[in-house]
T-cell receptor, first 111, second 113 residues
Framework: NAGVTQTPKFQVLKTGQSMTLQCAQD?????MSWYRQDPGMGLRLIHY???????DQGEVPNGYNVSRSTTEDFPLRLLSAAPSQTSVYFC??????????FGPGTRLTVL | TQLLEQSPQFLSIQEGENLTVYCNSS?????LQWYRQEPGEGPVLLVT?????EVKKLKRLTFQFGDARKDSSLHITAAQTGDTGLYLC?????????????FGKGTKLSVKP
């Protein structure tokens, strides 16, 4: 099992560009989440999903869109990148209130 | 919004020393998780505590959940260089929906040889 995979590992964007961060899991987990991690801020929840077709906002959802068409995939879309979105992005999957399994992260820089 | 306060923010010690890091909140936790994150990687779960007063041991790591379920501590005995990393506590508070996991800002531990 690969666990949780994220692509790309690194990305540089210009302000206003759009992109999609990919996340996939092969553990058949119902729940998936996206977090961003900034220095001194810990991890903050962006969006999460409790199953295919169901998503909800977390603490910092502005500027990001998500969808969950399959159990395995949970892409995060930046429609118009801003320098404030420079961060490390982590995707996680889990079952219920148990352990969250994190991907290796995507390091995004917006110029 | 529930906040998890972690202290200290940074800790630098010599190999062989003992240390304790803390996670506190003004609200009651339904359960609390401790994660360790190494540079360039995602967090990895160390332990979950669910019962007030619970103590769990993982080799040289001892985790304690406060009786009132508002605080937790992680004690490391005889620290090793491999313990270096960011230690994060996380919880879903009572009434929180599944997926709404709140993280503290973490304690960055550096163990020097």
């Amino acid at each position: 099992n690969a666990g949780v995979t994220q692509t790309p590992k690194f990305q540089v964007l210009k302000t206003g560009q759009s992109m999609t961060l990919q996340c996939a899991q092969d553990m058949n987990h119902e729940y998936m989440s996206w977090y961003r991690q900034d220095p001194g801020m810990g991890l903050r929840l962006i969006h999460y999903s409790v199953g295919a077709g169901i998503t909800d906002q977390g603490e910092v959802p502005n500027g990001y869109n998500v969808s969950r068409s399959t159990t395995e995939d949970f892409p995060l879309r930046l429609l118009s990148a801003a320098p404030s979105q420079t961060s490390v992005y982590f995707c996680a999957s889990y079952q219920g209130a148990g352990e969250q399994f994190f991907g290796p992260g995507t390091r995004l820089t917006v110029l | 919004t529930q906040l998890l306060e972690q202290s200290p923010q940074f800790l630098s010690i010599q190999e062989g020393e003992n240390l304790t890091v803390y996670c506190n909140s003004s609200s009651v936790f339904s359960s609390l998780q401790w994660y360790r994150q190494e540079p360039g990687e995602g967090p990895v779960l160390l332990v979950t505590v669910v019962t007030g007063g619970e103590v769990k041991k993982l080799k040289r790591l001892t985790f304690q959940f406060g009786d009132a379920r508002k605080d937790s501590s992680l004690h490391i005995t005889a620290a090793q260089t491999g313990d270096t990393g960011l230690y994060l506590c996380a919880s879903m508070h009572y009434g929180g929906s599944q997926g709404n996991l709140i993280f503290g800002k973490g304690t960055k531990l550096s163990v020097k040889p």
